[in-house]
């Protein structure tokens, strides 16, 4: 079959899943208006899916290797200012991230492999995951049983990139970290409260709160390695409801992120060690929780090669290459990647013109779905030819 003609056949039917999930966006791990389209798309194609976890999981084929293909399809918990006509209507929830188009996407492809199963030389994984937003959803299927039953051998995801640059474009890294690690933290402090007039009989939990931040700024700057990058962000600060009342508690929000698996385990435990120091010093306490732990992205480069060699058998118009791209951004696809052979790619969904002036993650952002074929094309096209050469 070629992939590439099929799924320009079916270039409207993937419009419509993506612009059913864009309208009807859900954030987090429950996703259920998302979950029960995909289940009765699959079944509608002859597919027998079934839950995983959180999400929905699925095969084609029999026996031989495994291929597992990706797709994310969670929101972000946010406004849509697109303009579009099948925006999201709830002004809190939007897909601004494109995993809207990764959901459709791999939905087509799977009917296509489906059409054509009798010559697959093994067997297709399909993996529609929640969550990617929070970090939780792989992690989620994963203990759920997603890699196995069969047993996963490697596993593809690709991701769409908007912004002014043409469709065709492939971005990808066969050599280091792709994406940074994620570890999200919250700071809970524990003060005393008082009158804002006798400060002296509080433990001021926002003062503590000040200095924390501070000095977790000073772990970038003189205790990780230069040749390492690194990113903490300090999002969230909360305390107090009043101007003349010193509050009992405080609380810090934050992620780091770094592309070297040895830094981020010294900074994860001295963020740890300066916050309850910093507390101590001024009379208070906090307690440490972890929101999110994602390792650094690091894709396989020989399966990174060998999947661009089948992408480049197909005839995509504008195609091109941009080798090395790394991001300072973090993907809870690199949990898979932890355990299995993996790579995972960027394709634009760009305009060369003005609607290309937002970037993800921005409510006006716009995708151009001239994307929708190609992606589902490269899905389907590399797990055959994948599963031909490994048979």
């Given at each position: ?270 963020i740890k060690e300066v916050a309850q120091l910093t507390a101590a010093v001024y009379g208070g306490s906090v307690e440490i929780e972890t929101l999110s ?21 197909l005839p995509i118009p504008g195609f091109a290459e941009y080798s090395g791209i790394s991001a300072s951004a973090s993907e809870d696809f690199a949990t898979i990647a932890e355990k299995v052979p ?50």
């Amino acid at each position: 079959m070629n992939y590439y003609e099929r799924a320009l056949e079916l270039k409207d039917e993937i419009i419509a899943s993506r612009r059913f999930f864009h309208t009807n966006a859900e954030v987090g791990l429950n996703m259920p208006k998302a979950k029960t389209y995909v289940m009765e798309q699959l079944k509608a194609y002859g597919i027998e899916p079934q839950e995983c976890g959180h999400g929905v999981m699925a095969t084609i084929g029999k026996g031989g290797k495994c291929i597992l293909l990706r797709a994310d399809m969670d929101a972000l918990p946010m406004p849509e200012e697109s303009g579009e006509k099948f925006a999201c209507p709830t002004g809190t929830e939007a897909h601004a991230c494109g995993h809207d188009f990764h959901a459709a996407m791999l939905l087509t492809a799977a009917k296509m492999l489906k059409e054509n199963e009798k010559d697959l030389n093994g067997t297709v994984k399909l993996m529609f995951q929640p969550a990617e937003e929070t970090f939780e959803g792989s992690r989620d299927m994963i203990e759920a049983g997603i890699l196995e039953n069969p047993a996963v051998d490697c596993a593809l995801a690709y991701h769409v990139s908007p912004g002014q640059m043409p469709i065709g474009l492939v971005m990808y890294n066969s050599k280091n970290t792709m994406m940074f690690s994620v570890d999200g933290f919250r700071i809970n402090i524990q003060g005393k409260g008082a009158h804002g007039a006798y400060p002296h009989a509080s433990v001021d939990p926002i003062n503590i709160g000040v200095h924390i931040h501070l000095a977790l700024q000073e772990l970038i700057a003189r205790e990780a390695d230069p040749n390492a990058a690194c990113v903490l962000t300090v999002g969230k600060f909360a305390a107090g409801a009043a101007a003349n009342i010193i509050p009992d508690t405080a609380v810090l929000e934050g992620t780091l992120r770094t592309n070297n698996a040895e830094v981020r385990d010294k900074l994860v435990r001295r963020i740890k060690e300066v916050a309850q120091l910093t507390a101590a010093v001024y009379g208070g306490s906090v307690e440490i929780e972890t929101l999110s732990s994602v390792p650094p992205l690091e894709c396989d480069g020989a399966l990174t090669e060998e999947l661009l060699s089948y992408m480049r058998e197909l005839p995509i118009p504008g195609f091109a290459e941009y080798s090395g791209i790394s991001a300072s951004a973090s993907e809870d696809f690199a949990t898979i990647a932890e355990k299995v052979p993996s790579t995972f790619m960027y394709l634009s969904a760009g305009y060369e013109d003005e609607r290309g002036a937002y970037s993800a993650h921005n409510p006006k952002v716009r995708f151009n779905e001239d994307v929708c074929p190609i992606g589902a094309a490269y899905l389907a096209h590399c797990a055959s030819r994948w599963l031909e050469k490994h048979q």
